[in-house]
T-cell receptor, first 114, second 113 residues
Framework: DAKTTQPPSMDCAEGRAANLPCNHSTISGNEYVYWYRQIHSQGPQYIIHGLKNNETNEMASLIITEDRKSSTLILPHATLRDTAVYYCIVRVAILNTGGFKTIFGAGTRLFVKA | DARVTQTPRHKVTEMGQEVTMRCQPILGHNTVFWYRQTMMQGLELLAYFRNRAPLDDSGMPKDRFSAEMPDATLATLKIQPSEPRDSAVYFC???????????FGQGTRLTVV
């Protein structure tokens, strides 16, 4: 039931920017886009989230298109330690509860190469 | 350094045995999630608690799985009886209602032989 689509894998040279795309064409007006990553054998780690404005933090930048149907996560200077699976997520509302659940898709496996 | 703590980190058990996995959410967090990860299915949401009450457990097999929060500092996931197909890594995560990020534990790697 994931509401996003991502390429299965990508390569990036160490030191270069990694741009990870995500399509979320069915996103609703009040739904946020979240990004997590999972490094081998570890639990997923939150990276960033956004609604409609571009966002930046110490880990990454998030660019959301004006129509909000797609977004791009940017790692400005990828390192070997950024090799991981990156998940783009739009939360799914739980009916009659006011709550939301985070459904993970297959993600993009990013390989950062020396 | 606040973190979600899961125990045990690894568990090997025989088919038919009961398995209990424990999670200590970050102090003050009021939402707890249980996920299961396998190579074939990826990360699957099993259960979601808010203020210790189950909000959604539609992803959890009801015949053998049960999830509870006896108090705000402990969440448990129990499998009885366990089967080889339950072999997976089980993750617990916690967060605030209305907050945006969930903090994941390191997981419990379960092997049922």
């Amino acid at each position: 039931d994931a509401k996003t689509t991502q390429p299965p894998s990508m390569d990036c040279a160490e030191g270069r920017a990694a741009n990870l795309p995500c399509n979320h064409s069915t996103i609703s007006g009040n739904e946020y886009v979240y990004w997590y990553r999972q490094i081998h054998s570890q639990g997923p780690q939150y990276i960033i989230h956004g609604l409609k404005n571009n966002e930046t933090n110490e880990m990454a930048s998030l660019i959301i298109t004006e129509d909000r149907k797609s977004s791009t996560l940017i790692l400005p200077h990828a390192t070997l330690r950024d090799t991981a699976v990156y998940y783009c997520i739009v939360r799914v509302a739980i009916l009659n509860t006011g709550g939301f659940k985070t459904i993970f898709g297959a993600g993009t496996r990013l390989f950062v190469k020396a | 350094d606040a973190r979600v703590t899961q125990t045990p980190r690894h568990k090997v058990t025989e088919m038919g045995q009961e398995v209990t996995m424990r999670c200590q959410p970050i102090l003050g967090h009021n939402t707890v999630f249980w996920y299961r990860q396998t190579m074939m299915q990826g990360l699957e949401l099993l259960a979601y608690f808010r203020n210790r009450a189950p909000l959604d457990d539609s992803g959890m097999p009801k015949d053998r799985f049960s999830a509870e929060m006896p108090d705000a500092t402990l969440a448990t996931l129990k499998i009885q009886p366990s089967e080889p197909r339950d072999s997976a890594v089980y993750f617990c995560a916690s967060g605030y209602r209305g907050n945006t990020e969930a903090f994941f534990g390191q997981g419990t790697r379960l092997t049922v032989v």
